[in-house]
């Protein structure tokens, strides 16, 4: 699974198709949990978490969070990720410099007991 290819198609798609179909986002990231097996949702996390960490466009990046905590739960481990310790503080001060304020990595935080 090219995860980096994934993301760069989805966000040259994305608003167009949320503009056709609502649930496109969503049905999107269904597609990618159905097609990847837990060692594989373990072995993209740090590739979204640099995607993550790039990503410029906040509602974008927004959506992408959903992909990681469907990606983390996927994994069904609590093994710490590569760069997940280092990339968490960035993105957490990117969410607040953008001030989304509904976005929490809270679940993130629990899920590995960090």
């Known amino acids: 699974m090219d995860i980096n290819k994934y993301l760069q198609n989805l966000k040259i798609n994305w608003e167009d198709g949320i503009k056709k179909d609502e649930w496109y986002f969503n049905k999107s990231c269904k597609l990618l949990e159905d097609s990847i ?17 790039h990503e410029k466009d906040i509602d974008f990046f927004v959506q992408v969070v959903d992909i990681l905590l469907m990606l983390i739960r996927k994994s069904d481990t609590t093994e710490l990720p590569k760069n997940l310790l280092k990339l968490l503080p960035c993105l957490k001060e990117k969410v607040k410099n953008y001030e989304c304020g509904n976005i929490s990595f809270d679940e993130i935080e629990d899920w590995y007991r960090i």
Request: cysteine-free; aromatic content about 12%; overall charge negative.
């Open 37 to 53: 097996d837990s060692r594989e949702a373990f072995m993209v996390i740090p590739d979204v978490l640099l995607f993550m960490e």
